[in-house]
């Protein structure tokens, strides 16, 4: 019997690994300048938050959830996104009442959708989100795509494109929604069954049909943006200026309108351009979510964030020929030979270890010139050479495999030495 991995996962091998480390580093790192605090929520949830949190009219709700019955009968499912996790979260930890506001968090971790899978689209795949919670300033809204943007930049991308735009208030989505009642509705017949049921439920989702994208009546649908109210309009131009203040292009586009239910005023997605990307061009996207709070049980609260894939970002890095690593190398490698050296291996390895150097030594009993070879193989450099002989005088080898020097030194100064030898340890 033979085992193979389930359709549209991965496994993340040595090589690989490195540069997934690089990123969560670069997520840590910029969500602390950012000011933001990590939140770790479970890998499941009850079914209904999500046909609450996400929308039951949605692709994620109708197709992709990863739902399943446990021993007590309980429906859940795995997450197939952060912000409905995070949000009930938030209400069920009475985070509105914390001091600092507004409660700014951000998460990393595997997501689930059981979508077909190609490159670009998994059916789990990690994602890097933030959300901001209790303000409904539009600064906050700047900061959240600045964020996005930066974390893309400090990582070595290029050719990014940002799209916004404003899907309304309340009172404006209203009127939105009838225009688009009144536009579809005699030619209805005309749509896939989904398009239909969306009719009533939820026509805005209709715009984001993968069927009948080539309908005519796409073409000349009713822009929300032409159904702003004033105060909507207001806000979408406030942050289109604090985005032009930080020097952050972006291009507006009234057909986003995003896959998900919660969104109203800005929406936002991180596209890449350029040739080798296929068909999947969407690196991020978030946007606001001022009901979801209210929708999930909790206060009257404004919220905005945003979520992207490590696995689109890896895809996007490769496409530009941006390297993130250099070659895995080891600070020190020990090479023993005799009984009584091959003894003493181990805690010295404990000792440079806890000392922070990356050392490692001969496990398969090779003979000296395997051991050298193991050593130039994982691009040591320094080799610590001890034998009986040496021990004997409590003395070890020390080779520098950069420049080939090599020196003898007492065991208890080996220590000392890589550290005044200017290695930086663990340097990748
Ligand atoms: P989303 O647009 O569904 O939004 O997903 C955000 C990002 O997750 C996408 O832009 C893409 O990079 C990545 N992604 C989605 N599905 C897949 C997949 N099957 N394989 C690989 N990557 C994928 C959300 O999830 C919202 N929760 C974002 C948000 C946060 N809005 C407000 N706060």
């Known amino acids: 019997m033979s085992f193979s991995i389930p359709r549209g996962t991965q496994d993340i091998l040595p090589g690989d690994s490195e540069k997934w480390q690089i990123i969560e580093a670069k997520a840590h790192d910029l969500c602390r300048r950012y000011n933001y605090r990590e939140i770790r929520t479970p890998i499941f949830e009850q079914t209904a938050l999500f046909a609450r949190g996400v929308g039951d009219t949605t692709d994620i709700v109708q197709k992709e959830m990863y739902e399943f019955k446990d021993r007590g009968g309980r429906s859940l499912t795995l997450r197939p996104e952060g912000t409905a996790p995070v949000v009930r979260s938030y209400v069920e930890q009475k985070m509105h009442g914390w001091v600092n506001q507004p409660v700014k968090l951000y998460y990393t971790g595997p997501m689930f959708r059981y979508e077909r899978p190609q490159s670009g689209r998994m059916r ?8 901001a919670l209790g303000s409904a300033d539009p600064a906050v809204d700047a900061e959240v795509i600045a964020l996005a943007m930066e974390f893309y930049k400090e990582l070595g991308l290029n050719n990014l494109k940002l799209i916004i735009n404003s899907l309304g208030d309340k009172e404006s989505r209203e009127a939105h929604r009838s225009a688009l009642v009144n536009h579809f509705a005699p030619r209805i017949d005309e749509f896939c069954s989904d398009c239909r049921a969306r009719l009533d439920k939820n026509p805005l989702r209709i715009l984001d049909c993968k069927v009948d994208r080539e309908h005519e009546l796409m073409t000349d649908a009713p822009s929300i943006l032409d159904y702003l109210n004033e105060e909507s309009r207001k806000y979408f131009k406030d942050v289109q200026e604090f985005l032009e203040e930080m020097g952050i292009n972006y291009e507006i586009d009234a057909g986003l309108v995003r896959g998900l239910d919660y969104y109203n005023n800005t929406a936002f997605e991180i596209m890449i351009d350029g040739e080798g990307f296929g068909a999947i061009t969407t690196l991020a996207g978030g946007g606001r979510y001022n009901g979801l709070v209210e929708d999930i049980g909790g206060p009257e609260t404004p919220g905005i964030g945003f979520a992207l894939s490590i696995e689109r970002l890896l895809m996007a890095l490769e496409v530009q020929g941006v390297d993130l690593i250099r070659e895995h190398n080891l600070d020190v490698y020990i090479a023993a030979l005799g009984e009584k050296a091959r ?7 404990h000792q440079l270890r806890a000392a922070g150097f990356s050392a490692d030594a001969d496990y398969m009993d090779r003979k000296m010139k395997g051991q050298m070879k193991a050593a130039n193989r994982q691009q040591a450099k320094y080799v610590l ?3 009986d002989d040496e021990l004997a005088e409590n003395k070890i080898n020390v080779k520098n495999m950069q ?3 090599q020196s003898l030194e007492p065991l208890e100064n080996v220590e000392k030495k890589l550290m005044d030898s200017g290695i930086e ?3 990748q």
């Open 385 to 387: 050479i001890l034998g």
């Open 403 to 405: 420049d080939g020097t």
């Open 124 to 131: 789990q795949f990690v994602q890097f989100g933030v959300e």
């Open 343 to 349: 003894k003493k291996v181990p805690a010295l390895l």
């Open 425 to 427: 340890k663990g340097d």
